[in-house]
């Protein structure tokens, strides 16, 4: 199984980036994905996940900012990020987990994760 990351970037404060995860070895359209990240020092954070129902649910902190979507076609998950702020800055990893809903905001749950790209947010 491989979760390959892209799209990360060093921007500015209100800019747009897209995140994309590519997915291969698993049955794709079976799985849960997420975004997660993690700030140096910090602990990895939760900041949006889409069920293979494509129900959606997003961190407070990025609400009305980011858009999480998928393309089981092509076996990739997105991560549109708006308005990005300072605070955004972080490694983002993708993320597959078959696990329920009450449970995909947490880290435990997932099997399969990719190797982070990186996201600066300049002031």
């Known amino acids: 199984v491989q979760l390959q990351a892209s799209g990360g970037g060093l921007v500015q404060a209100g800019d747009s980036l897209r995140l994309s995860c590519g997915v291969s070895g698993l049955t794709f359209s079976s799985y849960s994905m997420a975004w997660f990240r993690q700030a140096p020092g910090k602990e990895r954070e939760f900041v949006s996940f889409i069920t293979w129902t494509r129900s959606t649910a997003y961190a407070d902190s990025v609400k009305g900012r980011f858009t999480i979507s998928r393309d089981n076609a092509e076996k990739k998950v997105y991560l549109q990020m708006d308005s990005l702020k300072p605070e955004d800055t972080a490694s983002y990893y993708c993320?597959?987990?078959?696990?329920?809903?009450?449970?995909?905001?947490?880290?435990?749950?997932?099997?399969?994760w990719g190797q982070g790209t990186q996201v600066t947010v300049s002031s």
């Open positions: 993320a597959a987990s078959r696990g329920v809903y009450s449970s995909l905001a947490t880290t435990a749950v997932y099997n399969y």
